[in-house]
């Protein structure tokens, strides 16, 4: 009997929870076009708190023999955030910007992680975000420029310019998974841990939805 690859059984086993995450109505509305430019900063600032959260954990991994395999300047975000943020509300950014409920929460799991040195669990995120970016948030990108008029400014964090081929990275990424000496229980655990961050990614855009709902009509 074969035995799927981890990385395969990693993306089947949580592909529903991918796929509501990309199909909540905050989402969905953004990409269909009826999301405002407000509506899109309010996301980019989410964002910015979580990638503060998963960078900074990478010093809690320095010479993990695990971690080393994934994390590398090329994926880095943070700075994109703070340019794009820059860009869309200038110079005083971070006093205009606080954490929703969610966001709160998916920061701490993260610092948590962190906190155990559980290398499993800092991959489980890692993947979910990075792997994401790469993928589905280049179709973001370019649906937020054609609707916003951005070209470069604004949409920074999509633009992994060390990366000239994703297709390529996010194979030897999978290989990566693949070669982990992880055995089976600890593979759950990041199978759950990924199921989890999509779960608080979709939490979250329930968030960002109610956040705008004073707002609307």
Do not use: C
């Not at 992680?113 to 370019?142: K, M, N, P």
């Not at 000496?181 to 109610?210: H, M, S």
């Amino acid at each position: 009997m074969s035995v799927l690859p981890f990385s395969q059984a990693l993306r089947e086993r949580t592909w529903t929870g991918h796929s509501d995450s990309e199909g909540a109505g905050f989402m969905s509305d953004l990409m269909k076009g009826e999301g405002t430019r407000a509506d899109y900063i309010a996301l980019v600032a989410q964002h910015y708190f979580i990638y503060e959260a998963l960078e900074a954990a990478e010093a809690a991994f320095a010479g993990d023999a695990v971690v080393a395999h994934f994390v590398t300047p090329r994926l880095t975000r943070l700075p994109a955030l703070e340019s794009d943020l820059g860009f869309l509300l200038g110079h005083d950014w971070r006093a205009q910007i606080a954490p929703l409920p969610t966001t709160v929460a998916y920061v701490e799991r993260i610092r948590r992680v962190a906190a155990e040195r559980w290398s499993g669990g800092f991959v489980a995120h890692h993947y979910t975000r990075y792997l994401g970016d790469l993928s589905g948030g280049q179709f973001i990108r370019t649906v937020m420029q054609r609707r916003f008029g951005f070209e470069t400014n604004g949409v920074g964090f999509y633009l992994f310019d060390e990366i000239a081929d994703p297709q390529s990275f996010k194979q030897t990424y999978r290989d990566e998974l693949d070669r982990v000496d992880w055995d089976d229980a600890e593979r759950e655990r990041v199978i759950d841990e990924v199921l989890l961050a999509y779960r608080l990614n979709t939490e979250l855009f329930d968030d960002l939805a109610r956040a705008k709902a004073p707002l609307a009509g």
